[in-house]
């Protein structure tokens, strides 16, 4: 049985223990594209829209059935392996890239960062370009779809779709990085009018309401709190 597997399950298990989601705040390549499409809209004078409260809160459960469809197939086809070697594989070549990584077939990364680079380099070396993959076309709509609701609103990929953010959600409670809130120094007027904290928070997180806001399962513990708020009243703490 191939250990790489079992290897990335374990290592995603131990980050999502030490850091929760900071991952989606700090090092996800997404995240980063989504980050500088909001800052070209701002370059280019496009107002970007915060959803209404009940709106996001809908559309915050759509990553959870993305995370559900997918883990179902990953499971669906880790059974026919284990029940049947032979049919599994044979379950798992009719299935493609479906069988092997479902949610690449929806992620825009892979078409973002590898096939369309890859595509231009061929376009420019005067090349024909190569017969593309039905999924190819799932991916790119999901780039498109990225690009269009990165200039709309912040993070909307993160917030509502990205099923990986669901799954590292979990941990933020339990985490060993956390942001906190000191009441002692939090502004009464800054709470009654939710100001800084909150129109900073790319999630929509209600930071002036919620004295630890790491432990809310939407934060990207990326610390546009913290720099926002004028009091220090927002602090990161380990342990």
Known sequence: MPLLPWASIAMFLIVGAFVG????????PLGFFQDALTSI????GLKQRKLSRKLHYMLTCMKHVVLFATLAIVVS??????????LGRRYAFSLGVCGRAPYCVICPAP?????VPSLA?????????????????????????L??????TKRFWCAYIC???ALMSFFNKFSLLHIKKKQSKCSTFCRGHQRDCNKECPTGIEISRNPEPS???ECTLCSNCAEACSHNAVKYEIG
């Open 41 to 44: 809209a701002g370059y280019l």
């Open 163 to 165: 099923p990986l953010g």
């Open 147 to 152: 690009v269009v609701s990165s200039l709309v």
């Open 77 to 86: 086809v880790g059974a026919t392996y284990a029940f049947s070697r032979l």
């Open 21 to 28: 989601r900071a991952m989606c705040g700090w090092a996800c």
């Open 215 to 217: 432990s809310h399962p």
């Open 111 to 115: 078409v973002l960062f590898a096939t």
């Open 121 to 145: 380099s061929t376009l420019l070396s005067g090349t024909a370009l190569p017969e593309l993959p039905f999924t190819f076309y799932i991916g790119f709509f999901a780039t498109v779809l």
